[in-house]
């Protein structure tokens, strides 16, 4: 295994990591909105959010040396089913190779977010 780490996405809020490569794979923590230049929550609904979110989420990728068209699943959580439309308007944008898929709405995210994404994805 090996761990993988940027200061271009948040830094683990807990006892985890970023991400970690575990043969042909890597698996990231899930995102939520946060701007790793201040460590705030940021986006006012949850197209911002979520834009927040893809774009950690690429920068994780990268410092993997892989990319979103590597992504094979993601596991998406939403504060709010009612947001799944607008949640998705981004998710495509970004998840253009269209990974398999979950996305569930829970009763409460961390730090009271609207978000958040998880994802493995193969290395190229």
Sequence with gaps: MKYVSTDKAPAAIGPY???IKAGDFLYASGQIPINPANGNIEG???SEQADLVCR???EILKAAETDFDHVVKTTCFLAEMSDFAAFNAVYEKYFTSKPARSCVAVKKLPKDVLCEVEIVAYLK
């Design 17 to 19: 990591s970023q991400a």
């Design 56 to 58: 950690n989420i690429g």
């Design 44 to 46: 006012n609904d949850i």
